[in-house]
Structure formats: structure tokens, C-alpha cells
């Protein structure tokens, strides 16, 4: 009987892991970011320090080469041009190696904004050095914050990488809509799905 029990409480504890988001080495809900300084594809520097009125911050590490990525590009510049308006800053942010990446370099950075008509800054994360502060593994990989810079939601965009019209959950606009009312985002982790980030060993 004992051993039906044990058996039992292994299998609902492996059943729940496997639907729990763990969080990752980085950020958790609720600590403060901290700032960043980093080149854009227009050649010029942005930080959150640059926006003294912002509401929150949408960052989004995202890049070039990854399917995953592209099938979000169009949403992503959605999203920057209709929070823009409520206050929102999107900042999108490059995290992979170009040399183990060649069409994530700057280079092809800019060719891809100019391309894709980016409305927002697309930074490149030289040294790889602010992805793992956030805890960012996939592009994309997206973390809302608050006005001070507090991490209020970590994970997806949506819940259907393959189509915007299929959307069934907006993850991030129904978080920033939780704010807007004063409320808890819920969820507050979701999944992200894309691909890993390419980073030297």
C-alpha cells in the first residue's frame, strides 16, 4: 500500500512539474531591471533612462535568422506602434553571437529593420552581456515592465507562433491590460517558445 502511494505522489509531482513554468537564472516576477545601454540599428544608443514619461518598457530579445523570430516580426512592430501611444517603449534586443550566427551581426541587423520597416529600436547585445541578466533563452523572449523598471510578465507574446489570426491568448497585451486596471498579470510566466539563444561556451 505504501508502495502504491509513493507511486502515486511521484506521478502527480511529475505531472505538475511538467506544467510549471521554472524559472530560469535572471530576473523573476517582481525584481527591478536594471538599465542597459545599447547601439541601435539607426547607429545611435538607447537606454530606459531615455524615456522619462514611459509607462513600462515591452523588451523583447528577438534577432534575424530564427523561424520562430520572423513569424513574430510583424506582431512585434504591431505591438511597438499601438503601445507607443499608452506609453509603452518597445525595445527589441539581439542577444546571439554573429560568429556563430553570421545573419545576426549588426550589419544584417540593419538590412533586416529597413526591410521589415522596424518602428522600434533593435539593439544589438554586444558581448552578450544584458540576455543573461534578464534570464532570456529563446527568441523571442519577451519581459514587460512596469515604470520602474519592475518585471511584472516573462514568456510569450501569444499562444500560436504560426498565426496571429489563430491567437486565442495575447500573453502580453492582456499583461499590460492587467497593469493598466492595477491588477496582477495572469499569468505572469508563460512558456517561451523560439529558438536558443546562440552563445559562445
Do not use: W
Amino acid at each position: 500500500m505504501k508502495k502504491i502511494a509513493a507511486l502515486l505522489l511521484f506521478t502527480v509531482v511529475v505531472a505538475v512539474s511538467a506544467f510549471t513554468i521554472v524559472p530560469t537564472l535572471g530576473y523573476k516576477i517582481g525584481d527591478t531591471a536594471t538599465d542597459f545601454k545599447l547601439k541601435s540599428v539607426d547607429g545611435k544608443m538607447y537606454s530606459m533612462s531615455d524615456y522619462k514619461k514611459a509607462k513600462g518598457f515591452i523588451v523583447v530579445f528577438t534577432c534575424n535568422h530564427c523561424p520562430f523570430a520572423k513569424k513574430y516580426e510583424d506582431r512585434i512592430n504591431d505591438l511597438a506602434k499601438k503601445y507607443k501611444s499608452k506609453g509603452y517603449v518597445l525595445l527589441a534586443i539581439n542577444p546571439n553571437d554573429p560568429a556563430l550566427e553570421p545573419t545576426d551581426s549588426f550589419e544584417m541587423m540593419q538590412q533586416r529593420a529597413k526591410e521589415k520597416g522596424f518602428v522600434f529600436p533593435y539593439l544589438f547585445d554586444d558581448g552578450q552581456k544584458i540576455y543573461p541578466q534578464y534570464g532570456a533563452t529563446k527568441t523571442p523572449h519577451v519581459f514587460l515592465l512596469d515604470k520602474n523598471r519592475v518585471v511584472r510578465y516573462i514568456g510569450a507574446i501569444d499562444d500560436n507562433v504560426d498565426s496571429a489570426a489563430d491567437v486565442k491568448e495575447k500573453y502580453l497585451e492582456n499583461a499590460i491590460a492587467a497593469l493598466e486596471s492595477g491588477k496582477t498579470p495572469s499569468p505572469e510566466l508563460t512558456k517561451a517558445i523560439g529558438c536558443g539563444i546562440k552563445a559562445k561556451k
